[in-house]
């Protein structure tokens, strides 16, 4: 079984739409995050849940907004694409956010392309 | 900002031998962690080292960490073909609420030749 999955793996559209990227994960676990990884390979958090509760926000346009129905869903939903979104986004997860508990385990990935 | 930064960015090495990997940071720790991902896929945990540790083993992973030089060390010995992956540093560090934040330096894209 998967432990962490995104959907899709691959998405392809046009400026200024409206796009959004799926994540689950199985482990029971209570946090979850959403990283870029740019085309130098540099990988940057995003956003980062507790319990469907907001705990990291780093300087992020207003355009992508996540979403936690609950706490085995992360959701990343971006409106009016650009150009400079184009990237690879992995959602992780971690059993708590502690120095103690700090493995995450990652998802596939979703390479995004804006045309 | 980036926290670690990898050293050296590529290394190619041929099977059978050593491949050491450096890390440095800027700020205080938590813990460090390793991660290896494979060309098109996610990153996959490797070994965890925390701040009050110096030293740690995991099959043929050797990690070190010297808090008083803010640097780490990833050896992987005997490598193989399959070990062929970037590897990344990452930083647990405290932020807010309590909460710990990883920051990921650029990686070191590591080629083993058979």
């Known amino acids: 079984d998967t432990a962490v999955s995104q959907t899709p793996k691959y998405l392809v559209t046009q400026m200024g739409n409206d796009k959004s990227i799926k994540c689950e994960q199985n482990?029971?676990?209570?946090?979850m995050y959403w990283y870029k990884q740019d085309s130098k390979k540099f990988l940057k958090i995003m956003f980062s849940?507790?319990?469907?509760?907001?705990?990291i926000n780093e300087t992020v346009p207003n355009r992508f907004s996540p979403k936690s129905p609950d706490k085995a869903h992360l959701n990343l939903h971006i409106n009016s694409l650009e150009l400079g979104d184009s990237a690879v986004y992995f959602c992780?997860?971690?059993?708590?956010?502690?120095?103690?508990?700090?493995?995450?385990?990652f998802g596939p990935g979703t390479r995004l392309t804006v045309l | 900002s980036q926290q670690g930064e990898e050293d050296p960015q590529a290394l190619s090495i041929q099977e059978g031998e050593n491949a050491t990997m450096n890390c440095s940071y800027k700020?205080?720790?938590?813990?460090l962690q390793w991660y290896r991902q494979n060309s098109g896929r996610g990153l996959v945990h490797l070994i965890l080292?925390?701040?009050?540790?110096r030293e740690k083993h995991s099959g043929r992973l050797r990690v070190t960490l010297d808090t008083s030089k803010k640097s780490s060390s990833l050896l992987i010995t005997a490598s193989r073909a399959a070990d062929t992956a970037s590897y990344f540093c990452?930083?647990?560090?405290?932020?807010?609420?309590?909460?710990?934040?990883?920051?990921f330096g650029a990686g070191t894209r590591l080629a083993v030749h058979p």
């Open positions: 700020t205080s720790i938590n813990n």
């Open positions: 990452a930083t647990g560090s405290p932020f807010s609420g309590g909460y710990n934040k990883l920051i």
């Open positions: 080292i925390r701040s009050n540790e």
């Open positions: 992780a997860s971690s059993q708590g956010t502690s120095g103690e508990h700090g493995e995450q385990f």
């Open positions: 482990l029971g676990h209570d946090t």
């Open positions: 849940y507790n319990n469907k509760e907001l705990i």
